[in-house]
């Protein structure tokens, strides 16, 4: 999930709804319809008289309408299927010169969630990471116990960042999410003692 | 840390994405625009369509359908401009950025001042605002509520995570006997 | 080899025992177990590229950079002596995690 998905899908929502308000309009106030639709009637009327040769059968009203639709279709399948991206493997690539060197996840997996995930304040801990604006940022959520310090937790987290900043040799980008415990945290099957 | 990194992941958090909603909304504009095709080439679809219009001349239908399309458009456009946030903040430290669920903090401010007013936690609660939580008690019978232990446990809690919060008391004014 | 090597016979090496070679050589320069490793070679415009899979090192106060840095230069120096091939690009990437420890006395 990018920043411009998120600006297309209410872009997308808000179009959607002007049509809605459109056919609103339309259907409450016929005058504005009629002379819409004669408007419409007269375009058509005009483009039916041209036809493409080769394709006799369909009027250039048809074949207009036609390429809008299918690009409409187009445009939005590749809406409906350009989400779901974002998550990254890959949290670090430094191009050197022999060669790239690039960390994956489970590197931070274990330098930044598993010193969280195995307090006893903890419940769960997993970490993602995403670009944006042309930045890697890596972010933990950590669902804490009821009656867990926060600030402990917090302090937690830093010491793991500077161990990862002391690896990265620079500061990336780090987001500490504390988040409520999810129903889903019930049925984990691990044992704890606290 | 750069700042506007910061900022557009912060506001990525807190404010919801509206993903499910654009797809119900792209799959059915897919339908209607291969419905759209397919009567700018069928020639009898289309007489078929012009005669379901002709339908919506009678005033009642085309006044009912001009009412449910238009609640529609007004929820629609609605839903894509406000902002839709996220019950959670964003607090920057030094080196990293956080981000906590209000549950989280009203949680931990709600078993805060139970443990320190010695009142049971099922009598506490907390609602988190933006700018503001809300600690009510109910008070034990016969107890006197001391409201400045609760503010000042309240406060404790949040001045000890650094999450900067205007604390309200409210004592419910009936009590529990036991 | 060719033709005017001086040593007698010939010597060829399949893809995959180059591969179990560049394998062995990649975990001795970055100090872990064959089996920790993943090695693919593949051809880039007749040169050979190599990248590594390895588990990155934690607690040496090494960045991972240096780590990649230090494991690109001894496998490349390692596949020239010892399977008598030139790399030209070595990718490294640290999957996994482990801790410093001194297995062998030198």
């Given amino acids: 999930m990018n920043a411009t998905n998120r600006v297309l899908n209410r872009a997308l929502i808000l179009i959607a709804g002007l049509l809605l308000a459109g056919v609103a309009a339309l259907a409450i106030r016929p005058a504005w319809a009629d002379q819409g639709l004669d408007a419409a009637r007269e375009v058509r009327r005009r483009m039916d008289g041209i036809r493409i040769s080769g394709l006799e059968s369909l009027s250039l009203s048809a074949i207009v309408a036609c390429a809008i639709a299918v690009l409409a279709v187009i445009a939005l399948v590749w809406f409906v299927f350009a989400h779901g991206g974002g998550r990254i493997s890959t949290v670090r690539r430094s191009p050197r010169r022999l060669g790239e060197v690039s960390v994956d996840r489970s590197v931070a997996e274990e330098v930044l969630a598993r010193p969280l995930r195995e307090r006893p304040d903890v419940i769960a801990a997993h970490l993602s990471s995403f670009r944006v604006k042309g930045s890697r940022t890596i972010r933990v959520t950590v669902r804490p116990r009821r009656g867990a310090d926060l600030a402990t937790i917090i302090h937690a987290f830093e010491n793991a960042v500077a161990e990862w900043d002391a690896l990265a040799g620079e500061q990336d980008p780090v987001v500490l999410h504390l988040a409520e415990a999810r129903l889903r945290d019930s049925w984990s099957s691990e044992a704890r003692v606290s | ?178 | 080899m060719n033709a005017a090597d001086p040593r007698h016979g010939r010597t060829i090496v399949t893809a995959r025992a180059l591969n179990r070679v560049a394998l062995a050589l990649a975990a001795d320069a970055a100090d872990i177990e064959a089996r920790a490793a993943t090695v693919s070679l593949a051809d880039r415009a007749g040169a050979l590229a190599a990248t590594l899979t390895l588990p990155a090192s934690i607690g040496r106060g090494e960045t991972f950079a240096e780590q990649g840095e230090r494991i690109q230069n001894v496998f490349i120096a390692r596949m020239a002596d010892v399977a008598g091939r030139r790399v030209e690009s070595v990718d490294v990437r640290f999957a996994g995690t482990r801790t410093e420890k001194r297995r062998r006395v030198r």
């Fill in chain 2, 1 to 178: 840390m750069n700042e506007q990194v910061y900022r557009r992941v912060l506001r990525r958090e807190t404010h919801r994405p509206r993903t499910v909603a654009a797809i119900i909304v792209a799959v059915a504009l897919i339908a209607l625009a291969a419905a759209g095709a397919w009567l700018a080439v069928d020639r009898a679809a289309r007489r078929g369509a012009v005669a379901g219009i002709d339908a919506l001349s009678d005033p009642r239908i085309a006044t009912a359908v001009g009412i449910v399309a238009g609640v529609l458009a007004l929820v629609l456009i609605l839903y894509a401009l406000l902002p839709g946030r996220i019950r959670r903040r964003a607090l920057s430290r030094d080196r990293l950025a956080l981000l906590i669920d209000d549950r989280v903090v009203a949680n931990g401010v709600a078993d805060a001042v139970a443990r320190a007013c010695d009142v049971p936690r099922t009598r506490v609660s907390a609602l988190v605002e933006r700018r503001r939580v809300t600690v009510r008690v109910t008070p034990t019978s016969g107890v006197p509520t001391d409201e400045a232990m609760v503010r000042t446990a309240a406060e404790a809690a949040l001045a000890n995570a650094r999450i900067p919060l205007a604390v309200a008391v409210r004592v419910n004014e009936k009590g529990a006997i036991a």
